[in-house]
């Protein structure tokens, strides 16, 4: 009899096993001549050498329909033991950005949002302008997590100004990092609803995911790297142009902001608006205005969207 360890590096063990260790109890069934054991993240395995084989080939397309899709149910486990090595679930999957935690399918919600989508195929820069509630910084988000799991980019840098509301980042209290959460806040909240808790904590360890203010953009090249800018209405036209030459080789840019809520001093140009105008029509950058047809949030924030633009146009 042969023993064999697999270690699990790929996907969160509890989660992976999970309860009650319901998944090795699946495997056990399907592998009956085989005596397996799940300790931490380790699986020890005894038997012979042919059945160990298929063991770590069913583990394996385990594992990977596991990170793809942030959940494993009975049905999932037995169409993949059962198939004949093609993994569950490939079919009709073309609109899902990504599958985010509890297997949530996060996907375009609108025309324009979908467009977003779209653009991003032939641009590796893309400007997505539009009210609040239109969904732009969590398509924008969900693209980045995707070309991430895809392997096209290395990491995800998110940078937004640290200009919001008239409130200073000096003012608040605490830390450098408490400081600098809450203006970070909206890209967090749309990272934990694609990327599992501890999947995101590690990517954050690591620098595989970035999250830092646009004055530490400065003297860097970010290559092979999806990179969102936020907020980008709250720009100077010098940090603007700053971040557009950020851009290294193998990279993917999309840059969203509100000019309906510009937050500079008085007098002060938009570095977003600027950058509209003097790159339209640029090739390799897409540009998508999305409105209120596109709000995502609470029916209201439509109606609410719509009364300040009558206002603002009298």
């Known amino acids: 009899m042969n023993e064999k360890i697999i270690e699990i590096l790929e996907v ?23 005596k397996i054991i ?12 042919a059945q160990i084989l298929e063991f770590e080939k069913r583990l394996e397309m385990l594992i990977k329909y596991f990170d793809k899709y942030n959940k494993l149910d009975e049905n999932s486990i037995e169409q993949i033991l059962l198939s004949n090595g093609n993994s569950a679930k490939n079919k009709n999957q073309s609109d899902i950005l990504v599958h985010g935690v509890g297997g949530n399918r996060i996907k375009a919600q609108s025309p324009n949002q979908q467009k977003m989508v779209d653009l991003m195929k032939t641009n590796d820069m893309l400007f997505a302008v539009g009210p609040a509630g239109t969904g732009k910084t969590y398509t924008a988000v969900a693209l980045a997590v995707r070309a991430l799991k895809n392997k096209e980019v290395k ?50 360890e690591k620098n595989i995911l970035q999250i830092a203010p646009l004055a530490f953009m400065r003297g860097r090249t970010l290559d092979k790297a999806f990179v969102i800018l936020d907020e980008a209405q709250n720009t100077t036209h010098n940090q603007m142009k700053m971040f557009l030459t950020r851009m290294g080789k193998n990279a993917k840019f ?56 009558s206002i603002e146009t009298e």
């Open 12 to 34: 969160d063990p509890k989660d992976f096993f999970g309860a009650q260790n319901s998944t090795i109890l699946q495997l056990k069934k399907y592998f009956p001549k085989l």
């Open 38 to 49: 799940a300790r931490g993240n380790k699986i020890k395995i005894f038997g012979d050498d």
């Open 155 to 204: 990491r995800i840098i998110l940078t937004r100004p640290a200009v919001e509301a008239g409130e200073n980042l000096g003012f608040l209290p605490g830390d450098f990092k408490e400081k600098l959460d809450p203006y970070m806040q909206p890209l967090y909240d749309a990272l934990r609803d694609m990327i599992p808790h501890e999947k995101l904590e590690g990517y954050l």
């Open 254 to 309: 999309i840059i969203t902001g509100d000019p309906g809520q510009i937050d500079l001093p008085r007098r002060q140009v938009s570095g977003l608006k600027e950058a509209l105008l003097a790159l339209k029509g640029v090739d390799g950058i897409g540009m998508v205005y999305l409105d209120d047809k596109d709000v995502v949030r609470h029916r209201l924030v439509r109606k609410i969207i719509k009364a300040y633009k």
